[in-house]
C-alpha cells in the first residue's frame, strides 16, 4: 500500500486491527474513495506488468484483510470494543457481538466491479473466514462460539454469492485461524466454513498460513490444520511453503483439491531469482500433480515496501514460466 495513502509505519508497529483503525490512513475521508481507486489502479498494473495471470485489487480500501467486513455486519458493537488474544497469545481490540451477526448489505461487490472494469485477466477477492472471525470478537450474546461461527458463515455465504454475481473468477476465504487453533476449528470451523461455501457454484478458495511474518517471527515447520481440508467443499487451498520451509508430501492427503503454493518468502526483504522460485515449485510437484497447482506468495505482500514486492511477484511469474516450459 502507497505511503501516501497509509501510514505505513503505524500500520507495521501493531497487529493487524480488528476494529476500525481510520487513523491509519493519510488521505481525507473527502479525498479517501478516490485516492483508494488510485491505489487499486497502481496495484493491478503492477501485477499485469509483472505477468500475473490472477489479480487482486490489491486489498487497497482495507486496513486489514478481516476488520472491514466484519466491522461491516449487523449484531457487532464497534463503538465499545471487546479483547479477544490474538495468534501469538496477545490481547487485541475487536468487535463485541451484542446481537445476532447478520449481513446488512454487501461489503465487497464495488471492489469486484471496479477490479472488473480494470483488467482484463481472470481476478480474485477474498473475504475472512467464518471460524477466523468467531475467533477475532467477543462473544456476549451467543450460547457458544461454533452458534457465532455459523451466523458468521450464513453472512460469508451471501457475500460469496454476490461476489460472483458482480464478476469475480475466483473468491477465497482467509482462514489463518483455523492453523492456530486446530482443535475448536476440527471441532466446528469447518462446518462454518462448509456452511459459507453452500451452494456456491463459483471457483473458492481457502487460505491458511502462519500469519505475516513482519508479525509473527516463530514459525512451524509444518502446518496442525491441513488434511481436514479434504472434507471442505472450497476447490482448492491456499497454503505457504517458502518461509517455514514445508515438506510438501503433506500435499498428497489433498489429492483432489488444488493447491495455491506459496513460493515466495514475505519474511525476508531479498527478491527472490526466477530459479529459486522455480525450484520451490518443483518441490511441490514431486507431491501434487501440475494441472492442480497454482501458483502464488506465501501470504499477502502488504508489509513489503513496494519495489521489493513487485520484484518478487515479476520473480515469481518468471519461475512459474520456467517451469512451465519444463513441463511442456
Known amino acids: ?5 497509509i501510514n505505513r509505519d503505524k500500520l507495521a508497529g501493531r497487529f493487524p486491527p480488528r476494529t476500525r483503525a481510520r487513523e491509519l490512513w493519510r488521505v481525507d475521508p473527502e479525498f479517501l474513495e478516490e485516492a483508494q481507486n488510485d491505489a487499486t489502479l497502481l496495484a493491478i498494473r503492477d501485477q499485469e506488468r509483472a505477468g ?16 472491514r467486513f466484519a ?3 449487523e449484531g457487532v458493537d464497534i463503538d465499545n470494543p471487546g479483547t479477544a488474544l490474538d495468534r501469538s497469545g496477545h490481547p487485541n481490540p475487536v468487535p463485541r457481538v ?24 481472470r481476478i480474485k477477492i477474498t473475504v475472512p473466514g467464518p471460524y477466523t472471525m468467531s475467533q477475532q470478537a467477543q462473544n456476549d450474546f451467543y450460547d457458544s462460539e461454533a452458534e457465532m461461527a455459523m451466523d458468521y458463515a450464513a453472512a460469508v455465504n451471501e457475500e ?6 458482480a464478476g469475480a473468477d475466483i473468491v477465497q476465504l482467509d482462514e489463518p485461524y483455523m492453523q492456530a487453533r486446530p482443535q475448536t476449528a476440527e471441532e466446528y470451523g469447518l462446518d462454518a466454513l462448509n456452511r459459507a461455501l ?6 473458492t ?7 505475516y511474518a513482519a508479525i509473527i517471527h516463530e514459525r512451524p515447520e509444518g502446518y496442525s490444520f491441513l488434511p481436514q481440508f479434504s472434507a471442505c467443499k472450497c476447490n482448492a487451498v491456499s497454503i505457504e511453503t517458502a518461509q517455514s520451509n514445508l515438506d510438501c508430501s503433506v500435499l498428497e492427503t489433498l489429492p483432489d483439491k488444488t493447491i495455491i503454493l506459496g513460493v515466495l518468502d514475505l519474511s525476508d526483504m531479498t527478491v527472490e531469482t526466477p530459479d529459486v522460485v522455480a525450484e520451490r515449485i518443483r518441490k511441490g510437484l514431486k507431491h501434487h500433480p501440475a494441472d492442480k497447482i497454482v501458483v ?18 515479476k520473480a515469481m511469474a518468471d519461475g512459474a514460466a520456467i517451469v512451465r516450459k519444463e513441463l511442456q
Open 198 to 203: 453452500d451452494g456456491v457454484t463459483g471457483e
Open 1 to 5: 500500500m502507497p505511503q501516501w495513502l
Open 71 to 73: 466491522t461491516a455486519l
Open 52 to 67: 500475473l495471470d490472477i489479480i487482486t485489487d490489491g486489498e487497497q480500501r482495507r486496513e486489514s484483510y478481516s476488520n
Open 98 to 121: 451484542v446481537g445476532k451477526i447478520r449481513r446488512k448489505h454487501a461489503v465487497e461487490v464495488e471492489d469486484v466491479k471496479f477490479l472488473r472494469a480494470n483488467t482484463d485477466r
Open 296 to 313: 502464488a506468495p506465501d501470504c499477502g505482500l502488504k508489509y513489503l515496501p513496494r519495489d521489493i514486492a513487485y520484484g518478487k511477484m
Open 160 to 165: 460469496v454469492r454476490d461476489l460472483f454475481e
Open 205 to 211: 478458495a481457502v487460505h491458511i498460513c502462519f500469519g
